[in-house]
Structures are given as C-alpha cells and as structure tokens.
T-cell receptor, first 112, second 113 residues
Framework: EDQVTQSPEALRLQEGESSSLNCSYT??????LFWYRQDPGKGPEFLFT???AGEEKEKERLKATLTKKESFLHITAPKPEDSATYLC?????????????FGQGTTLQVKP | DGGITQSPKYLFRKEGQNVTLSCEQN?????MYWYRQDPGQGLRLIYY???????QKGDIAEGYSVSREKKESFPLTVTSAQKNPTAFYLC????????????FGPGTRLTVT
C-alpha cells in the first residue's frame, strides 16, 4: 500500500537554529513528491516538486532533497515567520488521475 | 490574479441537512479535487474530476456528492448520510497533463451540530 510518513510530528526551534524535516514514502515507482506549507486555518501553499532521486530545489531558507526512499526539507536559519505545518505528498504511477497521498505533516514552531 | 476561491469560509448546519460547498478556479486547470482535513490526519481525497462532466470517487466518497458542469466550478454537497461531516474541506486544482502540482483554495470549515 502506498504510504507517506512524516517526522517529527512537531518541531520547536530557536530563530537561526537550522534543522530538517523528514518525509518517508513507500510507493512502487514515484511520479512526483510535493512539499506544501500550511498556516493555521488556511489552505496548503505549494512549495516544491521533486521527481527523481538526487534532485534538489531551493526557495529562500528552504531546500528540499529527494532520495529513493525519502525526502528532506532543510530549513536554514529559520525565522518566526517560517512557523507552519509542512506537508509532504507523493503521486504514484498507479494514479493517472493526479491523486496525491499526503503525510500527516510536521508542525514547526520557530521562537524568536 | 488567478486562483481558487472557496465559499463560505465558515459554515454551520444542523444534523440532517444537506449543505453545498462552493469551489471556483480561474487558473484554466482541467483537474479539480476535494479533500477533507481532520486534526491529526493527513488530507484525504473525497472526489476528483479530470474533465467537465466526469468525476470519480476518492478514498472517502460515502455521504458526499459532486458535479462538474463547468471547467471552473466543482461544488461539493455534504449529505445527511455523511456520519462525521464536521471538518475542514479543501478544494484543489491542477493542470491535467503538464504538471500534477495541485494548488489549493483557502478552505471551508464546516460544523454540523
């Protein structure tokens, strides 16, 4: 069964303290892995798409990487405004419909 | 500006009543999706549509219905048959062939008492 697991569930960092969020997936052939940011009470905001192992994408303080079994979202020198829930989702080849399988998310809190 | 709109932001209904949630997009996307989000759980797919006048059930379609009469619109009806309707509902859209990145609306929080 296709599955996505994110860890940790929650992460507290001091401003400037870099860290990584993990997204492990089990799918038989990955078509794409997606990272989203979600603020409380709002819809997810698209961040990155990764398609193949070794691929990396960056946006401001965020960098997403992909291996054959997992993806990492690295946050460098985070600021309080980076506080949010980060969602990971995968698309499997069995799905020609665009259906995404989501993890439960990692809630990040960055303290000033 | 292109985007996805959902209305209303908050919705309150009595048990036994059907309620329809609106979703409109002006991104010219072919595919549209409805997800449900509950605390501590990932987003779960309710229904999706790849083209006008066609839609398929997702993982948790029981108690829900949809229509896709226009490319821009994909309303979701939560029926009285849905046992636990209180949740945060999210609509999304994507280009059908070029990219499967889904873009989300702001969500509707439905409370049924």
């Amino acid at each position: 069964e296709d599955q996505v697991t994110q860890s940790p569930e929650a992460l507290r960092l001091q401003e400037g303290e870099s860290s990584s969020l993990n997204c492990s997936y089990t799918v038989s052939g990955l078509r794409g892995l997606f990272w989203y940011r979600q603020d409380p009470g709002k819809g997810p905001e698209f961040l990155f798409t990764l398609y193949s192992a070794g691929e990396e994408k960056e946006k401001e303080r965020l960098k997403a990487t992909l291996t054959k079994k997992e993806s990492f979202l690295h946050i460098t020198a985070p600021k309080p405004e980076d506080s949010a829930t980060y969602l990971c989702a995968v698309q499997a080849p069995s799905s020609n419909t665009g259906k995404l399988i989501f993890g439960q998310g990692t809630t990040l809190q960055v303290k000033p | 500006d292109g985007g996805i709109t959902q209305s209303p932001k908050y919705l309150f209904r009595k048990e036994g009543q059907n309620v329809t949630l609106s979703c409109e997009q002006n991104l010219n996307h072919d595919a549209m999706y409805w997800y449900r989000q509950d605390p501590g759980q990932g987003l779960r797919l309710i229904y999706y549509s790849q083209i006008v006048n066609d839609f398929q059930k997702g993982d948790i379609a029981e108690g829900y219905s949809v229509s896709r009469e226009k490319k821009e619109s994909f309303p979701l009806t939560v029926t009285s048959a849905q046992k636990n309707p209180t949740a945060f509902y999210l609509c999304a859209s994507s280009r059908r062939r070029e990219s499967y990145e889904q873009y989300f609306g702001p969500g509707t929080r439905l409370t049924v008492t």
